[in-house]
């Protein structure tokens, strides 16, 4: 869905592709507190990103040998976390989640590297 890498010379513009960057709304003095996402971009891009981030947030299974629980994508669950403990709602949680995530995406295509999930 995204394509060539190379058509995006800075991760904000790929986030901006995909949709879910913040729109801000100010007049005069005013500028609103809340901001809702743009999208303006991909949907099917959006809905990925989603789908991707609510699975990697999500706890793998418990081994029958401990009673640890392992997050999916433990740096990813530890910034979900952080904006929960921050007082953010879900779905605000989940499209900052996606934003780095995109960003992690594009270092990772620029570089051409592959995902190594440090556990």
Known sequence: EIGEIERFNHP??????????????????????????T????????????MAVQCGIRDARKQKTSE???????????FYNKKREEGKPF????IACANKLLHWIYALLK?????????
Do not use: H
């Open 12 to 37: 904000k513009k790929l986030v901006a592709f995909a949709g879910i960057d913040p729109s801000v709304y100010s007049s005069g003095r005013f500028t609103a507190s809340i901001n809702r996402i």
């Open 39 to 50: 999208k303006r971009g991909s949907s099917r891009l959006r809905q990925a990103l989603f």
């Open 68 to 78: 640890e629980i392992i997050p999916r994508n433990k740096k990813l669950r530890e």
């Open 91 to 94: 779905r605000v949680a989940i």
């Open 111 to 119: 570089r051409k590297e592959a995902f190594q999930n440090a556990v």
